[in-house]
């Protein structure tokens, strides 16, 4: 069996990328890895579900248990990717969904080269602006740290390989998909295939 692939979706903090992943599950075939982090629960948010949520003491011993793929600071809090569930789907052939911020992204993509890189933005920084105040989820100072932390991951843009606007979410959602499709008909993805095909044709 082909073994599954990496896709890893980061965007702008309010950049509707939570949306385009739970979209994307319920629309097509995706494993969506599920994050640990320190971060308090927003409201409405599930232990297991959203994240895991962990104290510092508790995420630094899964660090120190190699539990995770990889993992960054953001903003206030620790955030980082559970290694079994990740490695467990891979070898079961399915494609997972990692939704991590650029430093996670760029460490991904150092272990797992052809893990597929997928930038999620607005279509401009005004939109993105008013959706975390709509969002209402955040303080205004914590609203102006992150928009400071997207003016750092702009210049990150540029490692990855694929950029989307989410400006209408089915357009997005789809973009994304078709990305991930393309990707695996790339004929490099399908040398098993290849060979197979070939020795057929040798048997005419
Ligand atoms: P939020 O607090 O809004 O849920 O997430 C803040 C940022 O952390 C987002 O950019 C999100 O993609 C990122 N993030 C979530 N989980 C992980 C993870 O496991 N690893 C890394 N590196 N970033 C993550």
Excluded: H
């Excluded at 809090?77 to 991590?100: C, H, Q, S, W």
């Excluded at 609203?143 to 932390?149: C, D, G, L, Q, V």
């Excluded at 078709?178 to 020795?199: G, M, P, W």
């Amino acid at each position: 069996m082909n073994k599954g692939r990496l896709i890893v979706i980061s965007g702008f903090s309010g950049a509707g990328k939570g949306t385009v992943v739970k979209r994307l599950i319920e629309k097509y075939d995706y494993s969506l890895s599920i994050s640990a982090t320190t971060r308090k629960p927003r409201e409405g948010e599930v232990d297991g579900k959203d994240y895991y949520f962990k104290t510092e003491a508790e995420f630094k011993s899964l660090i120190d248990y190699n539990g995770l793929i990889e993992w960054a600071q953001y903003v206030e809090n620790f955030y980082g990717t559970p290694r079994k569930f990740v490695e467990d789907e891979i070898a079961a052939g399915k494609n997972v969904i990692l939704e991590i911020e650029v430093q996670g992204a760029m460490n991904i993509k150092a272990q797992y080269p052809n893990a597929i890189l997928i930038f999620i933005t607005t279509k401009d920084i005004d939109t993105l602006r008013d959706r975390l105040v709509s969002r209402g989820t955040e303080t205004p100072e914590v609203i102006e740290k992150r928009i400071k932390r997207a003016a750092e991951e702009a210049s990150s843009m540029e490692q990855y390989e694929f950029i989307v606007v989410n400006d209408d979410l089915e357009t997005c959602v789809d973009a994304v998909n078709s990305v991930v499709v393309s990707e695996a008909c790339r004929k490099e993805n399908c040398t098993q295939f290849l060979i197979d095909i070939k020795k057929q044709l040798e048997e005419v």
